[in-house]
């Protein structure tokens, strides 16, 4: 392969990328391995023939672009011949059959895993990518060089972005700011995740970031001298404590720069006037020794120092974080690590499945924990897209879960638990586990009782209190900020409403069958059968769901389901309706059978169902005038009864006319406090110099606890008039 250019009389600029990328992998590879990967070239090359990039090149320059980013992090040979074929899937007439059988299936899943879906029945260009995101992320729990190849890929794609239209180059930087830069900075290959933020910025802001870059480079001048004095400061005062340490100057990139101005809404000048260092030792003790000298060299800023040694981040970095305040009254930040771990901060999880010699094996054992951590975080990426209910809401939880600033609590056993900074105790019960997130109903924390939303700080011990008929509510997912918590909680809801709307449908068209003298459960399984194909049902399950959810009348899949011929249309005679008996509620059946809002019906009170398509039954007061107009509908509505021994509390509204005089609220709402019942709301209508109209929302637990209520307000000096809202 290395003669292959020799032959020609040009060399043309494939040949030139296939000798770099031989040359790097003769110094961590033995021939027989480089030669597999040369026959991938070839293979990928005759593919790709007759293929041209929009910059003008062979399009067989890019997977090798890509091969030599891989090889430059020393990736193995299956991994590196993937990079070679990751594109001859999707651009290509070869299939991940022939791959496989050429190859390997495990190099053909790698490319596979890369590959984008070629047709996708997506309403938009959005869908199509999540969908395609979705994909990746699936391949990616398989097999971590999945992503390294995609990163490689979006690596090398930015690097030659210039010829592509100004509205793809800025879909493509927004996506790579938002997708693929947080992945690499989540398994902590910050060497790749630095230059694709930085490449993105460029291409996205190139106005913002030709402004920052000159800024940058006039004030660069002026701080050579005092980084030198703070540099040799530090140097001289480790010497003398005998450790030997790397110190050097780190220049804060480009996009870090606008981030921290944008997010702290500050000035050019307040960041740039920080100078970063990074003293680089052989030990973690060491690593704390450094800490005490810095600290005695330099005043250390309260509350700015990080310990990500002992509590390392999500994704295995590792440091000591520090904030000083310097000569000249200039602020210094110092990062101070090991050797190993800046490797590791670098690279990542790419350590783990970097190609090593015999003599290398024998320190794998430092990428465990790296591996351990990418691996968890797969795990939980996995139970989001099992409770995702589409690619969409997989790329919103996944975006969540992408940009975490953390914070550590731990649990009564003295656990630490990781959480991004506002999560809440719902957030903690999620990530110890979705069953307890599933019955939590409040908190401990530090041994003080807490409502569920209570935001954790740093250091607090937190101690969850469940029991066994709670369930989530969905104002949750108002407050929660972890991905795992809002997934789970969307996958419950759905399933429970499902369910509801399951055991509802049974109930309503048991009731209409009785009615007509049949049972369902008599019913021959072939009508039935007949009946799910005539309507284009999948089951028995979703055609019961269907008329819980209220998208399909009860009464005529019955009348339907009575006839000989389950094809006809349906016959009814004049005036026919349903069966006259009452289905009966306890008003807290769940997510599919509501109380109106507008009228607020309480037991007691006579009460009607609309069908809501998609929400199920709605239940109104039988006076609520929103109500006239539905009732007309002979199929529309259905006769509701309150279940004797309905129990609860449940929310109605009065209308109360008071004199407008100082106290007369506190009054009111101590005197519905003594009859047993909690205010909701209190919205002020009308008001002037003598009179107040107030709109109070109240929880009563029937009709009679209500009138005692109003009874007993009717008794006050101050109350004028009271009336109960019906709509």
Known sequence: MLQLADSLELERPQDKLIRRLCSTLESYMDQAQINDICRAYQYGAEAHAGQFRKSGEAYICHPIAVAISLAEMRMDAKGIMAALLHDVIEDTHVSKEDLGRLFSMEVAELVDGVTKLSKIDSKSR???????VRKMFLAMTKDLRVIMVKLADRLHNMQTLGSMPPEKKRRIARETLDIYAPIANRLGMNHIRHQLESLGFKALYPGRHAVLKNAVKK?????????????????NRLREAGLECEVEGREKNLYSIYQKMLNKKISFADVFDVYAFRILCDQPDTCYRALGIVHNLYNPVPG???DYIALSKANGYQSLHTILIGPYGVPIEIQIRTHEMHRMSESGIAAHWLYKSDSDKADSEKTEHAQARANEWLRELLEIHKSAGNSMEFIDNLKIDLYPQEVFVFTPQGGIIKLP???TIVDFAYAVHTDIGNSCVSARVDKQLVPLQTQLENGLTVEVITTSWARPNPLWLNYVVTAKARSSIRAYLKNFKQQEAINLGRRLLEKELQGMNLQLDTIPSERVNKLLEVLSVNSMDALLEDIGLGN?????VAKRLSQDDISSAVRLDDNEQGVNSPLIIKGTEGMVVTLAKCC??????????FFNPGRGIVVHHHECRNSSDSRKKQTGWLDVEWSKDTSGEFPAEIRIEILNQRGTLATIAATISEMDSNIENVTVVDQDDRVSVDLIT??????????NIMRRLKKLTIVLKITRVKA
Do not use: C, W
Request: glycine share 8%; proline share 5%.
């Open 304 to 306: 700015r120092f990080k």
């Open 600 to 609: 607020r019906p309480i037991p007691g009170d006579s009460i009607v169902g």
């Open 219 to 235: 004030a660069r001048g002026n701080r050579r001298e005092i980084v030198e004095i703070i540099q040799n400061s530090i140097k």
């Open 126 to 132: 959005a869908e199509a990518q999540a969908e395609n």
């Open 421 to 423: 900074r506002g999560a």
């Open 552 to 556: 399909k009348m009860p009464f005529l």
């Open 698 to 707: 109240l929880t009563v637990k029937d009709r009679v606890h209500l009138a």
